[in-house]
């Protein structure tokens, strides 16, 4: 790559600017301000170790799918990067505790439904155990109005 000397600093370029001649500033693009910046900068120099602690989640993302998904990418702040790596790496019984309910979903659908899943925060995955476990009686006393119909239904058609 040809040499050049540069009429301003990187911190005096505006982005725009420090785009054009990003290869020539892979150290300071690393670590500018701007996740954009940071990961062309990234895709230009190769992503690394580093670039998995980013801020920002889709440096973050990149990273990982560069670089391949590791059991630290289960505990990632941003649940995209969970469900990729729970995807990658197989769902295991923590994945049913996350905080992210599609996450959740996705673990109760792939090692299957649980009586616990009857009890979950999200009326959807509560839902979804009632249908593949079986309405109960206690289905009728459910928070949620759907579920309570639902289960109404189910035990209208039901033989005593």
């Known amino acids: 790559m040809k040499e050049y000397k540069?009429?301003?600093k990187w911190n005096e370029m505006t982005n725009e600017e420090r785009l054009s001649c990003i290869t020539y500033f892979l150290e300071e693009a690393k670590q500018d301000e701007d996740w954009y910046i940071r990961i062309e900068a990234y895709r230009a120099l190769g992503f690394t170790e580093e670039a998995k602690q980013d801020e920002y989640w889709l440096v973050r993302l990149e990273a990982y799918q560069a670089l391949g998904y590791t059991e630290q990418a289960k505990q990632d702040k941003s649940w995209v990067i969970r469900r990729e790596a729970y995807r990658k790496l197989g769902y295991t019984e923590e994945a049913k505790q996350d905080e992210d309910k599609d996450i959740r979903l996705e673990a109760y659908q792939k090692l299957g439904f649980t009586e616990e899943a009857k009890q979950d925060e999200?009326?959807?995955?509560?839902?979804e155990a009632y249908r593949?476990?079986?309405?109960?009686?206690?289905?009728?006393?459910?928070?949620?109005?759907?579920?309570?119909?639902?289960?109404e239904l189910f035990f209208s058609l039901v033989k005593e």
């Open 122 to 127: 999200s009326w959807f995955i509560r839902q």
């Open 132 to 151: 593949v476990l079986g309405y109960t009686e206690e289905a009728k006393q459910d928070e949620s109005w759907d579920i309570r119909q639902e289960a």
């Open 6 to 8: 540069f009429k301003k």
